[in-house]
């Protein structure tokens, strides 16, 4: 939703030429106002009057020349200081301007630090705040299409956030954070997200157990100190009369003049579903508070979500091809829906200690519920048309990770050289849990080429032995890095994390466990930063991430995933170039190589039973190319380039496979021109294009989804009514309304992307 900081007018407001006098001071453009600052320190100054001409005297002048010598005196009082909230819009006005250009401005809380990208030996790429107001993506996986190396995984049939980060990824492997603490990898992206950053590579030494692909971390927006808001109505149309509408309420501003702020952000959308039959509803609800003292800053967030939403495992493929069906039928039955709700509560101190040293701690817990019917397809015949269905469903779901955090981040001179310390620890206790799960065959005839919908009701029959499912993983850990800076120029880094952690999986009623693993281990992590300018850095680094091996289901004959089953690690280097171009044109060019072991493999032995064993492993190699920002004073952009070979290695009958939904070749280009003063009002055109390369679409290779090319358009007009900024904004996604298929699960569960769809919103900004 188009949000309203981005295009304050800040003169509008009274009292705020002590605020614009502020943003001279900012950018320099003006002289004059370096002299509010001094006039704000320095007390009142007392001048004298100039001294008169002579003058021939006179009888009659005599009265006056005695009064012109006597010197007149006046007191130059200094204008008021602005306020608390003043200074605060000013500083807005700044900012927002930089965000309008598509600045890349990272969240200390991917990194842990507020450190600059040219002082990091790792890769973080991200999707700025203006980015999303003018894409309006409509997932995370939306957004991330302007990152390289990322495409879809299993969505669990469009309910859940999945997504594949140089090769690996999963939709439950805890990989999606909000301010940089784990959610339960539902629906992150929502009106309360900022912006969107990605970590690539391992990232287990700040985040504990984790695939080797990165963790994608989503930013909050925060309550400000000056009071501002918008309210943002929608329209949106796909063919054949599918419409729907949304709104969106944003407002913020101050309590009192103590530093205390608050925002509100309120969504609601009712949208039909793109395809033959379906709709999503969905309501948000987010307050939240924060305090910003000299040395303490406080912040409270909480968000309300309850959601209706399709459960669409989409096409099948059959001999290589997707069915010769249109792309809007669908193959289940309207009752394929999910609902429920979730909460998320986040709380956050950062206390500066002195100048070099600040603590921080921070809380998050977040809970999702949810039910789903699900007719699921078990077999297709191409040639008759007839379709093989179980009417599944889960009832009951229960997802919720509670997290906690704690670290001190400064800095010590230790034998002439600087040392950065980030030092902490942090605990995590993650459930999944499914209480009734639905197995029910069904009898009643179903042709994909002349569908009858609605002979059926969702299934009832619960299946005791795939019930219960529950999966638990508890981790503590301790964690240290050092930035060594040997020159002003060159720092090398290393890091170590002591981690403890346990799981328990199974399922059944009675329960049973078929995971059940407990052990501790060290990873460490290493690199090396060369800055040759302010502008441009050159850096390498080594890492190591760590997984558990687990499984719900049981594997044959008997077997117990423990801890004598070694654990999925990660290692991987990493080298590249980071550049921040006058602070207007950032990026990274990264060249990486991971490596994953102990890949969980089943073989036949001499006796001819099946033992589970690690002896598997994967390899992903790659490079990729991220660019974001202002190429000149009207256009920015954002693109990316990524190259991804993503392989089994080591595995009795995948080696040499490609990794499932992994595209060798992924690309993005996004422009925008702002037509400045050259017509009334402020007119913003932009769009570009998307490019995702073939996919195997399953483990085994045996089909591979055909690469697609996805191109999308916006504009924007901003102009006022009644003194009121009015923004119109118009989004056309997937222009060319092609059929491409991002994601699969296996040959009958291929996920259909979306059609062509059109929105217009109107935004009204006070």
Not at 50 to 76: L, V
Not at 384 to 390: A, H, K, N, Q, V
Not at 515 to 534: E, W, Y
Request: charged share 20%; with cysteine.
């Amino acid at each position: 939703m188009m949000d309203d900081e981005g295009r304050r007018d800040a003169r509008a407001r009274p009292g705020m030429c002590g605020a614009i006098a502020l943003v001279s001071a900012l950018t320099a453009d003006l002289v004059c106002s370096s002299s509010l600052h001094a006039q704000a320190t320095l007390p009142a100054v007392t001048v004298d009057a100039p001294a008169p001409k002579r003058k021939p005297a006179t009888s009659s002048s005599a009265p006056q020349r005695q009064a012109r010598a006597t010197p007149s005196r006046r007191t130059m009082q200094p204008p008021p200081m602005p306020t608390r909230a003043e200074r605060a819009a000013a500083e807005a006005v700044v900012l927002n301007a930089a965000k309008l250009n598509y600045r890349a401005m990272p969240s200390a809380t991917t990194l842990r630090s507020g450190a600059s990208p040219l002082d990091t030996a790792q890769s973080v790429n991200v999707v700025p705040e203006q980015v999303i107001r003018d894409q309006l993506p409509r997932n995370i996986d939306d957004a991330l299409a302007n990152v390289s190396g990322v495409t879809q995984a299993n969505t669990l049939a469009g309910t859940q956030d999945a997504v594949m980060r140089r090769g690996f990824g999963d939709n439950r492997d805890g990989s999606i954070m909000r301010n940089g603490m784990p959610l339960v990898q539902g629906r992150s992206l929502n009106a309360a997200v900022e912006s969107v950053e990605v970590l690539k590579g391992p990232a287990s030494l700040l985040y504990g157990i984790m695939d080797p692909g990165g963790i994608v971390n989503t930013i909050s927006k925060r309550p400000e100190l000056y009071q501002h808001g918008s309210v943002t109505l929608l329209g949106s149309a796909y063919a054949n009369d599918r419409t729907g509408a949304d709104g969106t309420i944003d407002v913020t501003g101050p309590i009192g003049d103590g530093g205390l702020a608050y925002r509100f952000i309120g969504y609601g959308v009712s949208e039909d579903y793109w395809r033959n039959f379906g709709r999503h509803r969905e309501m948000l609800v987010a307050p939240s508070l924060a305090w910003y003292g000299d040395m303490t800053t406080v912040q409270l967030n909480y968000e309300h979500r309850e959601f209706i939403t399709p459960f669409d495992r989409g096409t099948a493929f059959v001999n290589g091809a997707p069915l010769a069906i249109p792309a809007t039928r669908r193959l289940d039955e309207p009752f394929n829906n999910m609902w429920g709700q979730s909460d998320l509560v986040q709380a956050s101190v950062e206390q500066k200690l002195n100048d070099d040293w600040k603590l921080t701690a921070a809380y998050s817990y977040n809970t999702e519920t949810f039910s789903a019917n699900q007719l699921r397809i078990t077999a297709i015949n191409a040639t008759t048309g007839l379709e093989t269905r179980s009417n599944d469903g889960t009832w009951g779901s229960l997802s919720r990770v509670s997290y906690g955090t704690s670290y001190v981040q400064g800095s010590f001179w230790l034998g002439g050289l600087r040392n950065e310390v980030l030092f902490g620890g942090d605990a995590q206790y993650r459930t999944i849990y499914r209480q009734d799960l639905i197995r029910q065959t069904v009898s009643t005839p179903f042709n994909i080429y002349n569908p009858v919908y609605g002979l059926i009701q969702p299934g009832t029959t619960i299946s005791a032995t795939d019930s219960e499912q529950t999966d638990k993983l508890g981790q503590y850990s301790l964690f240290l890095q050092d930035t060594l800076h040997l020159t002003d120029r060159l720092a090398l880094i290393g890091g170590v994390r002591y981690m403890d952690y346990e799981q328990i999986a199974g399922r059944g009623r009675p329960f049973k466990a078929n995971t059940n693993v407990a052990a501790d281990k060290v990873l460490p992590l290493g690199g090396a930063i060369l800055k040759l300018n302010d502008q441009l850095s050159l850096y390498a680094s080594y890492t190591q991430s760590l997984k558990p091996n687990w499984t719900i289901a049981p594997l044959s004959g008997g077997v117990v995933l423990g801890s004598n089953i070694a654990p999925e690690q990660g290692t991987s280097w990493e080298t590249g170039v980071k550049f921040d171009l006058d602070k207007r044109l950032s990026g990274t060019i990264a060249v990486y190589d991971i490596d994953k072991s102990n890949v969980l493999v089943s073989q036949l032995n001499a006796s001819n039973v099946l033992e589970y064993t690690t002896a598997g492993k994967v390899r992903s190699r790659g490079a990729e190319v991220d660019v974001t920002g202002r190429l000149t004073q009207a256009w920015s952009m954002i693109g990316s380039y990524g190259y991804t070979d993503a392989r089994v290695t080591d595995d009795p009958t995948y080696r040499g496979k490609r990794l499932q939904n992994v595209a060798l070749n992924t690309a993005s280009l996004y422009l925008f021109y702002d037509f400045g003063a050259a017509v009334p009002g402020k007119l913003r055109l932009g769009g570009g294009a998307r490019y995702v390369g073939d996919r195997a679409g399953d483990a085994a290779n045996s089909f591979v989804m055909p690469s697609y090319v996805v191109a999308d358009l916006f504009a924007t007009y901003e102009t006022k009514h009644q003194n009121l900024p009015v923004i119109y904004q118009l989004n056309v996604k997937n222009l060319f309304d092609n059929v491409y298929y991002p994601s699969a699960n296996s040959v009958l569960n291929v996920a259909v992307g979306d059609a062509r769809r059109v929105s217009l919103a109107a935004t009204v900004q006070f």
